[in-house]
């Protein structure tokens, strides 16, 4: 896998290391998306840094901005596990198509590239937006030798195989978030409820949640 070496800062300001690592999101959907390219590769290193990035974004991130910066609620973060959740469903999927010149190869990375750029935008506007203006350089620095500590370590172990991540959703729906991200979905409801706005355009049952469906049936 040596063609898609992720980067790995050991330190500097969260926020900018974070939108680093949303960029390399891109670059690694194009890279899996073209056909001159090993997208058996580029689709390992992008689930091992979807995975890295996300955990540690919960474990190091949210947690402390939360508590430092008064325009992140606990919705926020909430949301952001939410979203987490949401892409581990289609990376699953993603991982689980055979081969890599399929349609179903073709569809999964399609869904996986609207709900990772989905939650790239809303993290940027709802949480590193207010964190540039409410916390501290000092702060967002600690948080960085943090973030990517935990990031680095996960990187290295490695926490994207196909099991990791089915365990991951296991997770998830067993602690109802999966079920919260469903209900988010639900037409827009007023500025003071739970939900500022519809947080997805794509009504239609999308093979995303179709996996879900099952993995919930799987379960039951
Ligand atoms: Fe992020
Ligand atoms: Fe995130």
């Known amino acids: ?43 390992h290193a992008l689930a091992e840094i979807l995975v890295a990035h996300a955990v540690a974004e919960e474990e190091k991130v949210y947690p402390t901005l939360r ?23 289609a990376l699953l999927a993603f991982l689980r198509a055979k081969g890599t010149d399929t349609q179903k190869y073709d569809d999964a990375l399609e869904d996986l590239a609207t709900v990772v750029n989905h939650h790239a935008n809303e993290e940027e506007q709802t949480i590193l937006n207010p964190a540039r203006e409410e916390v501290s350089l000092e702060v967002r620095e600690q948080l960085g030798v943090d973030w990517l500590t935990r990031r680095n370590q996960l990187l290295e172990e490695g926490c994207a195989s196909e099991e990791q991540v089915a365990a991951l959703l296991d997770e998830a729906v067993a602690e109802g978030v999966l079920a919260r991200r469903r209900r988010a979905r639900r037409p827009t ?26 993995l919930l049936g799987w379960r039951a």
């Open 189 to 214: 409801r007023s500025r003071s409820g739970p939900r500022r706005r519809p947080r997805r355009s794509r009504t239609p049952p999308s093979a995303t949640d179709r996996a879900v469906t099952a």
């Open 1 to 43: 896998m040596s063609d898609y070496d992720i980067p790995r800062p050991v330190s500097g300001d969260v926020l900018e290391r974070i939108l680093e690592d949303h960029r390399l999101f891109e670059d690694l959907l194009r890279e899996a998306r073209r056909t001159d390219t090993d997208r058996a590769a580029a689709r």
């Open 67 to 89: 508590r430092k910066a008064a325009d992140i609620s606990e919705h926020e973060a909430e949301h952001g596990e939410e979203e987490h959740a949401e892409i581990n469903e």
